[in-house]
């Protein structure tokens, strides 16, 4: 895709609504400018449960499994907020083969080894509670981030500095309507797409790792490589959020 559309000086977006997300760009600038000291380890969980056996998740040609869906959120999470590439990964899955679970597995962990030895770690699960959120701990202090991944509940910082938390929540808003704003306009003006082809490439090649992993059992290296470009604050766009829509002959993607 990226090649075809270079080729054909088509523009390219992955659709990465968080890119355009105040709370998510906050976070990230809040990191790099060291209010928590040096980045030294990421923690981050998310779940949903998913209980109908026909939905579309729990499809292996349609869903993947839950680190091309969901597992996705937390590992670029970790790598915007680091502002690096994982050099090595490590996945353990559970769960497959159980009941609904027939085709992909119920739940993935994950550990991502950055440059200067700093670590991310993650869990993401079709078969647990509703959780989404991250914690990034530096050298001074920790930023945790509620609500992290959804786009229908507000999104909320707590930052921890010398034993002194910080709350700050971010209203609910409209995280899809910023980015066709945003594709549009590099149309118009000729300009390259944040997040660009490259960025989902990244993601791709980390995913099909982790799940190498998995089936061997043991941590699996990757070339080092560099990524200049990088969601900034300058990105945020505020849309009024929209109501939720009447699904008609549909059902919502958690199946609930």
């Known amino acids: 895709m990226i090649r075809t559309a270079d080729h054909h000086d088509v523009k390219l977006m992955v659709a990465y609504r968080l890119h355009f997300e105040e709370a998510n760009l906050r976070a990230i600038q809040m990191v790099q400018s060291g209010k928590i000291g040096r980045p030294r380890y990421f923690q981050s969980a998310f779940s949903l449960p998913v209980k109908d056996k026909n939905n579309i998740r729990l499809r292996e040609e349609t869903g993947g499994?839950?680190?091309?869906?969901?597992?996705?959120?937390?590992?670029?999470?970790?790598?915007?907020?680091?502002?690096?590439?994982?050099?090595?990964?490590?996945?353990?899955?559970?769960?497959?083969?159980?009941?609904?679970?027939?085709?992909?597995?119920?739940?993935?962990?994950?550990?991502?080894?950055?440059?200067?030895?700093?670590?991310?770690?993650?869990?993401?699960s079709f078969g647990a509670a509703d959780v989404s959120e991250f914690r990034i701990v530096g050298t001074k202090g920790q930023l945790r981030v509620t609500s992290a991944y959804e786009y229908v509940e507000p999104i909320t910082h707590y930052l921890t500095v010398n034993g002194k938390e910080k709350k700050h929540t971010f209203s609910k808003r409209d995280q899809f309507a910023p980015q066709l704003l945003k594709f549009s306009d590099c149309i118009v003006n000729d300009t390259v797409p944040e997040p660009a082809g490259d960025e989902g490439l990244h993601d791709v090649r980390i995913i099909e790792a982790l799940y190498r992993s998995a089936h061997k059992g043991q941590p699996v290296p990757l070339k080092e490589v560099e990524r200049k470009r990088r969601p900034t604050l300058r990105q945020s766009l505020r849309r009024p959020p929209v109501k939720k829509p009447r699904l008609i002959h549909a059902q919502s993607p958690s199946g609930s």
């Open 65 to 124: 499994g839950t680190l091309w869906d969901i597992g996705i959120y937390c590992l670029n999470a970790a790598r915007n907020l680091f502002q690096a590439e994982p050099i090595q990964v490590f996945a353990h899955t559970a769960g497959q083969g159980n009941g609904r679970f027939d085709e992909v597995e119920e739940m993935s962990a994950v550990t991502l080894q950055f440059p200067d030895d700093r670590l991310a770690t993650f869990i993401c």
